[in-house]
Nanobody
Framework: QVQLVESGGGLVQAGGSLRLSCTASGRTFSRNGMGWFRQNSGKDREFVASIAWNGGDTWYADSVKGRFTISRDNAKNTLYLQMNNLKPEDTAVYYC?????????????????WGQGTQVTVSS
C-alpha cells in the first residue's frame, strides 16, 4: 500500500516563499517519476512540476517556471517543491503524485498514487 503525505502548506503573503514536502512509503520511491499538481475550487487539477526517477530531468508549467523548483531526495523517500515569489493565483490545494514508472508526465491520468493534498493560500 503506497502512501504519500504532503506537508508544508500554509498562508503566506504575495512575494513570499513556501517549501512543500511529500514523503512516500510502501513502495521503492527511487524508481518512480513524481509530480506536483494543484487544484482550486471549481477548477480541474492542473500540472505544476514533475521530476524523473533520478532527479536528473524536471519539467514545469509555464505559470511557475522560474519561481518553483522541484527536487527529490531518494534516500529520504521525499519529494520537494520550493515555491518562491508566490502570487495570489498560486492559491490552491497542492498534491503530490507517483507514477508507476521512472518517467513522470504532465497528464494527471497517468499517475497511480496521490497524496491527500496540502492547502497553500497566498494573500495579496
Amino acid at each position: 500500500q503506497v502512501q504519500l503525505v504532503e506537508s508544508g502548506g500554509g498562508l503566506v503573503q504575495a512575494g513570499g516563499s513556501l517549501r512543500l514536502s511529500c514523503t512516500a512509503s510502501g513502495r521503492t520511491f527511487s524508481r518512480n517519476g513524481m509530480g506536483w499538481f494543484r487544484q482550486n475550487s471549481g477548477k480541474d487539477r492542473e500540472f505544476v512540476a514533475s521530476i524523473a526517477w533520478n532527479g536528473g530531468d524536471t519539467w514545469y508549467a509555464d505559470s511557475v517556471k522560474g519561481r518553483f523548483t522541484i527536487s527529490r531526495d531518494n534516500a529520504k523517500n521525499t519529494l520537494y517543491l520550493q515555491m518562491n515569489n508566490l502570487k495570489p493565483e498560486d492559491t490552491a490545494v497542492y498534491y503530490c503524485a507517483m507514477r508507476g514508472e521512472e518517467w513522470p508526465s504532465r497528464d494527471k491520468k497517468l499517475y497511480d498514487y496521490w497524496g491527500q493534498g496540502t492547502q497553500v493560500t497566498v494573500s495579496s
